[in-house]
């Protein structure tokens, strides 16, 4: 089993405010992918990564895969309630065609 | 945008019966999975699909479980006599490559057993 961790598990923050999550493995990966869920439907992907040390913007987003490729975070710029939802991160193994999901984080931008 | 659908978006039955959970994956995608997601708990991987066979499935996709590709547009996941620990959201995916490809998911088919 290829274990992804994701932290903070659960983040209530105010609007305009800045946040991290973190996504940590000890496992080697060959791509990171980062979805959003909404409640009542899929994961809706993000971004992909697949090199170590990338580095990503989308709008007020920011994505980096670590040097190792074991780990990833996600950083928010002045969050705002539409950046509400569930944060998934999701780790490709090279020549396999399932992707693992890490626990989650569950992020609440208060107006 | 094409998209992946999904039905029923919910289901219910009781324990013991067949369910088949349906899929119209992104119509040239060449790859399909099938995710479940318990309440509360992470998106778990099933089972992917290529070229008419199974490609790689995980330790929850027992005997219980079966997947088809009846014609060229559907994708469908038949658990045969379900449990109540079964119960959870079903995700269908597709993808256009394997790897790093993106996932494409459905919305979900939420399966109650009782």
């Known amino acids: 089993t290829q274990l992804l961790e994701q932290s903070p598990q659960f983040l209530s923050i105010q609007e305009g405010e800045n946040l991290t999550v973190y996504c940590n493995s000890s496992?080697?990966?060959?791509?990171l992918q980062w979805y959003r869920q909404e409640p009542g439907e899929g994961p809706v992907l993000l971004v992909t990564?697949?090199?170590?040390?990338e580095v990503k913007k989308l709008k007020r987003l920011t994505f980096q895969f670590g040097d190792a490729r074991k780990d990833s975070s996600l950083h928010i710029t002045a969050a705002q309630p539409g950046d509400t939802g569930l944060y998934l991160c999701?780790?490709?193994?090279?020549?396999?065609?399932?992707?693992?999901f890490g626990t989650g984080t569950r992020l609440t931008v208060i107006p | 945008e094409p998209e992946v659908t999904q039905t029923p978006s919910h289901q219910v039955t009781q324990m013991g019966q067949e369910v088949i959970l349906r899929c119209v994956p992104i119509?040239?995608?060449?790859?399909f999975y099938w995710y479940r997601q318990i309440l509360g708990q992470k998106v778990e991987f099933l089972v992917s699909f290529y070229n008419n066979e199974i490609s790689e499935k995980s330790e929850i996709f027992d005997d219980q479980f079966s997947v088809e590709r009846p014609d060229g547009s559907n994708f469908t996941l038949k658990i045969r006599s379900t449990k109540l620990e079964d119960s959870a959201m079903y995700f269908c995916a597709s993808s256009g490559d394997r790897g790093n490809s993106p996932l494409h998911f459905g919305n979900g088919t939420r399966l109650t057993v009782t």
């Open positions: 496992s080697v990966f060959s791509s």
């Open positions: 999701a780790g490709g193994k090279a020549g396999a065609n399932n992707l693992f």
């Open positions: 119509s040239n995608h060449l790859y």
């Open positions: 990564v697949v090199t170590g040390g």
